[in-house]
């Protein structure tokens, strides 16, 4: 008598980890430019007193690698970094440093872009720019 095997696909399928492995390592080039695509991560609010905040989460670089250029002719703040090896860093880091340049445009021109401010504590970086003066509610006085 002769014995017959039949397999049965388990739940996931006998090759779908392997085509797994096989596309991540195939397609990595198309995978790491996905995940670096929205680098760096950013949050951008308003707070209650009409200014905005733009947050930008950037381990592992310093004040030194990042600029803040503001043009309000163009109505628009650029953040952006360059990929800078210390020397004082180790040849054999892993961590990646990326550089990257990202353009808001404040497209409601209802920002004092003049007096935009920028600081940089733990690796982020917080830009805060002020409603302009003229658009503020106040109360005027009744003549």
Do not use: C, W
Request: without cysteine; glycine residues 4%; aromatic residues 8%.
């Amino acid at each position: 008598m002769n014995a017959i095997t039949v397999r049965r696909p388990g739940l996931l399928g006998n090759n779908t980890i392997a085509n797994v492995f096989d596309n991540l390592f195939s397609e990595f080039p198309r995978h790491l430019e996905a995940s670096t695509s929205g680098y760096p991560v950013a949050d951008i609010y308003q707070e209650d007193d009409g200014s905005t905040v733009l947050e930008f989460a950037l381990a592992g670089f310093t004040k030194e690698d990042l600029t803040v250029d503001v043009q309000p002719d163009k109505r628009s703040i650029t953040v952006s970094a360059n990929a800078i090896n210390h020397p004082a860093e180790k040849p054999n880091r892993r961590i990646a440093k990326r550089a990257f340049s990202r353009t808001y445009v404040n497209y409601d021109d209802n920002l004092d872009l003049y007096n935009a401010r920028a600081t940089f504590e733990n690796g982020l970086l917080t830009v805060r720019v002020n409603q302009r003066p003229e658009l503020k509610p106040h109360t005027i006085e009744i003549e």
